[in-house]
């Protein structure tokens, strides 16, 4: 009967607070880890100790925390619905914040990495050390729409799985390039998000190639399938392939991504302008150019308006058949760089989903990449410990 005694201790101005339009907001901190019955009251800055402690006093519990310093003035606390709600309808309440989990951000600094994996974490080419939060990418899905993975590779910890096959019936990587994708995006030597969980999703053959049907059935799969997996900080969707214009694997493309997941997707090898290929012509997916080991505009990469970001794509080690690796050149080489940044990004709870292509972009350093033309960004990906 605590509170009840409380309430009528109260002061009259307390106990007969001048009515509020509507109550305080209860928020949940974005992607963490809530702590049950226990919450932050934030109250106006403007209030004193006199007023924290009358508020304080609404609650049955021992009081964790008092804050009243400069212009935050509040109270950490256990409290009942009740309890929440009375705070809720008082004028001088700002907001009430569930408390959640915080953990140290403790970053992990791998030596011998490749050259691309590197230079996401410093500012010039030709390192060999890749800084990342360990956090990398935990929590996170990755779609690799290609040639199918080597899922019994080591280098992907049991964290690789084959979910479709829309080309054919072997549910393997006749190829190697599927294989050398996802070890960029998620595999724990050769990966940027070294924590993610991988699925294989097959439209190209054993020779490399297969058909927009396939391809579009492919991105088809993705949109039904993630729903069904856990992945509680968002799904991203790599597309290392690409031909002609087609309106349909456009809008197959956009579909994915107005779907609420993240789409990288290669420029081309072309030399040519990106709107010449799709899906790497539509909008709304994060297109990607290629560099080389000397920050230099890969001889091969398309360019133009279209393209979103610049990534290392020359001469990249990565997983390949058999537990091998190897080391092979392409847009489709940064494009899983891209992919991978932004589930490393998306572990981190940095960015939402839908603005996560601007906001690498924002990320990236500009200005240190030669050859690029007028028309097209100059933007190569950084993971912020540079």
Not at 86 to 112: F, G
Not at 143 to 171: K, L
Request: net charge negative.
């Amino acid at each position: 009967m605590r509170s009840a005694a409380i309430l009528a201790a109260l002061p009259l101005a307390l106990a007969a607070p001048s009515k509020r339009a509507s109550p305080a907001p209860l928020m949940k901190p974005r992607n963490a880890q809530i702590i049950e019955g226990k919450y932050i009251v934030k109250m106006k800055s403007s209030s004193t100790i006199d007023l924290i402690e009358s508020h304080k006093s609404l609650v049955a519990s021992k009081v964790d925390f008092t804050y009243n310093s400069h212009k935050f003035a509040g109270f950490a606390a256990s409290m009942t619905p009740e309890e929440v709600e009375a705070l809720q309808n008082m004028p001088n309440v700002e907001y009430i914040e569930h408390d959640a989990v915080v953990t140290a951000y403790a970053t992990q600094t791998q030596t011998n990495a490749d050259w691309g994996l590197a230079r996401l974490s410093t500012t010039s080419a030709g390192g060999s050390t890749y800084t990342y939060d360990d956090s990398a990418g935990e929590g996170v899905c990755a779609y690799v729409v290609d040639t199918g993975i080597d899922v019994s590779h080591p280098e992907f910890e049991g964290r690789a799985t084959f979910v479709s096959n829309q080309v054919d019936d072997d549910d393997t990587d006749g190829n190697g390039h599927g294989t050398h994708v996802a070890g960029t995006i998620g595999s724990k030597t050769y990966g940027v998000a070294k924590k993610v969980q991988l699925y294989a999703v097959k439209v190209l053959g054993s020779d490399g190639s297969g058909s927009y049907s396939s391809v579009i059935g492919g991105m088809d799969f993705v949109v039904s399938d993630a729903p069904n997996r856990d992945c509680p900080k968002g799904v991203v969707v790599n597309l290392s392939l690409g031909g002609g214009v087609s309106s349909a694997v456009n809008e197959a493309a956009a579909n994915v991504v107005s779907a609420g997941h993240f789409m990288a997707v290669a420029a081309g090898n072309d030399a040519t302008d990106a709107s010449n290929s799709s899906p790497a012509s539509e909008p709304t997916v994060c297109t990607v150019g290629a560099t080389d080991m000397t920050d230099a505009l890969a001889y091969y990469s398309n360019f133009g308006s279209l393209v979103d970001v610049l990534a290392p794509g020359s001469d990249i080690e990565s997983t390949w058949l058999d537990g091998e690796t190897n080391t092979i050149s392409g847009t489709s080489m940064a494009s899983p760089h891209v992919a991978g940044i932004g589930a490393y990004f998306l572990g981190l709870g940095a960015s939402p989903i839908e603005s996560l292509c601007d906001y690498i972009a924002t990320m990236a350093q500009t200005g240190a990449i030669s050859g690029v033309p007028s028309d097209t960004i100059d933007a190569i990906i950084q993971n912020g410990e540079a």
